[in-house]
């Protein structure tokens, strides 16, 4: 692990689906009754180390990064690996010893009997899920403030999923090398496996949030996987040890049970185990990174659904079953996520605010639409195609900012709507705007998101 001397990935081959046993016709049924229904906006299959499938929802494209929620965590995971091959730490450590300052006056037994590993199987003897370490500046730290909550079960004993636990570990990283998590992984993780796009959002003191807030694009979902699946070893180079990619994946607290579900099967070091010999790492809302080692399979997804279960049980029916199978051969579609269907039109007016927006002017056309709110210096401008989808950054208050694609029509004489999708995120938005006599009002409602359903955009009268 002592050579971190930059070297460059190969290129992932790419081959026909029946190459490599799998069927096409069985990734078309996972696209037509999963992935339009779901929300699903990417998924790539590798078999023996080879792309066979990769389908992006149109907007969404290859060379988006996308924020991966939950699915970070495998990743911090495997940062603790490569620390531990380097001799930084040994997980049976308490982790009072690395954090004194940040440590209670009078620690409970539980907490001090408290190793690295419990935070790694996440049994770290909480009893919610609850623990905040979100903080609004460098003066607090997130570490104490997850150190601070009642353990009221001993270590080891009880799992309870929670992001604190996570992002301590993040800040173990920090601790033990004096790096962001992010910045320790760059050379020993993201460029040997050839991941050059890749952000990950950080707390006040610059310490990676660990548990979430990694965003990459979906190839590097499947690059990742791949290592896993070959122990630690990518383009013949070695990542991190045998031992720990087998600690990390196999069931350590919680599993397995017969129940049908692949949140009941166990749980190892931030890798959820499944169903059907596999194991994964897991964001919210449809951010997967599925290995299969039986199969020699890797299955990447992301997305912005609410329905986890039904995505994986789409791998499991329609892309593992048929695997080896002789099944009819067809072309494999184009998905689209879903847009507004209606007319075109010319329409230009102006509005006069009765809500935080003092202004607003709409303007249609046969292939733009153009949205513009003012709110003092503020300015929210919603631009989308009627034809195509049109790309754009944007910044919407209690929803989320980035970059965005939109597509709008007309769906009757008064009432214009706007699909939006945030590209990078799993927030996918509708706006819808009514004109009646001289009035206005926009209103968005939106899916793949913890926050508000529905936001009042605006509500006017012409000016």
């Given amino acids: 692990m002592g050579n971190l001397e930059k070297m460059s990935a190969q ?18 049924d996972f696209v037509e009754k999963v992935g339009n229904g779901l929300a699903v906006h ?3 299959v590798a078999r023996h180390g080879k792309v066979a499938a990769e389908l992006w929802w149109h907007p969404y494209r290859s060379s988006d990064i996308h924020r991966l929620y939950s699915l970070s965590k495998s990743f911090t995971s495997t940062a603790i690996g490569i620390a531990v091959d380097e001799g930084l730490l040994d997980i049976s450590a308490p982790i009072l010893s690395f954090f004194p300052e940040d440590s209670p006056d009078q620690p409970c037994e539980n907490l001090k009997c408290m190793t690295v590993e419990h935070l790694l199987t996440m049994s770290t003897g909480h009893e919610n899920e609850e ?32 992001n604190g636990a996570t992002y301590v570990l993040s800040a ?72 720990w990619i087998s600690n ?22 931030q890798f959820w185990q499944c169903r059907h010999g596999a194991f994964r790492g897991d964001g919210a809302f449809g951010q997967n990174c599925i290995v299969i080692p039986s199969k020699d399979l890797v299955i990447a997804t992301t997305g912005g659904s609410d ?32 847009s507004p269907a209606g007319s075109q039109r010319e329409f230009s007016s102006s509005y006069r605010g009765k809500s935080d927006f003092t202004s607003a002017n709409l303007k249609t056309g ?32 209690g929803l989320d900012s980035g970059p965005y694609a939109a597509k709008g029509a007309w769906v009757s004489n008064t009432k214009l709507v706007i699909q939006l999708s945030f590209i990078e995120s799993t927030v996918s938005s509708t706006v819808e705007i009514e004109i009646t006599d001289n009035q206005m009002t926009a209103k968005i409602s939106s899916k793949g998101t913890w926050w508000g359903q529905e936001i009042d955009l605006f509500s006017g009268e012409i000016s």
């Fill in 248 to 269: 990390a994946t196999t069931n350590k607290i919680g599993g397995p049970s017969e129940e049908a579900s692949d949140w009941a099967q166990g749980y190892g070091y």
């Fill in 131 to 162: 623990i905040n370490v979100r903080t609004e500046s460098a003066e607090e730290s997130g570490v104490k403030k997850f150190l601070s909550r009642p353990v009221p079960f001993e270590p080891g004993t009880h799992f309870m999923y929670n």
């Fill in 11 to 28: 290129p992932l081959s790419r081959v026909r689906p029946e190459e490599v046993g799998l069927s096409t016709k069985g990734i078309r």
């Fill in 172 to 243: 173990l990283i920090t601790k033990l090398t004096g790096m962001a998590l992010v910045n320790y992984l760059t050379p020993r993780l993201f460029e040997p496996l050839g991941i050059e796009e890749f952000k990950w959002e950080s707390d006040p003191r610059g310490i990676s949030w660990g548990g979430w807030g990694l965003y990459v694009q979906t190839e590097s979902i499947i690059r990742f996987g791949q290592m896993v699946l070959q122990k630690g070893v990518y383009d013949s180079r070695r990542i991190v040890s045998e031992t």
């Fill in 307 to 338: 329905d986890l279960q039904g995505i994986l049980n789409g791998v499991w029916d329609y892309i593992l079953s048929p695997l080896d199978s002789d099944q009819e051969q067809v072309s494999l579609p184009k998905p689209e996520i879903a």
């Fill in 42 to 44: 990417s998924l790539m």
């Fill in 366 to 397: 046969t292939d733009s639409i153009k949205l513009e709110l003012f709110e003092n210096e503020k300015t929210l401008v919603i631009d989308a195609g009627t034809t195509d989808w049109t790309y754009g950054t944007i910044d919407i208050d």
